[in-house]
């Protein structure tokens, strides 16, 4: 139960911190993409919620898309990566990771095809 009350205080920051930013940013924060992923994943969480509230969550808990809406919460982990001055290196570590994995796919599946 604390942990669900931690979630849902994280919830109404992230959505103040949202608030402030398109009130500062302006029409500008339209085209910004990460503006974009924050405004999906505070609306994930508010459908998180309401379902809670309604006592969907634990009636529905088989449902994919709910599992996929708390997946999202691992998304919120970024924001933090963003802010936080002491993790920039785990940040740059998952920059590094994501611009690489096409070329991991790709010898991945060269490998793939020399051993077969």
Known sequence: AA???VSYLCLVLYTIEFSLSI???GRSAIHNNMIKLDAFLIICGYIE???DLAMLGTAFSKVS???ILRLMRVFRLLKIFRKVKALRELNKLVKMMSTCMKALLWSFCFCFMVMT
Request: glycine residues 0%; hydrophobic residues 85%.
């Open 3 to 5: 942990l669900m009350i």
């Open 23 to 25: 009130c500062f940013l």
């Open 49 to 51: 919620l309401l379902f």
């Open 65 to 67: 898309i709910l599992r």
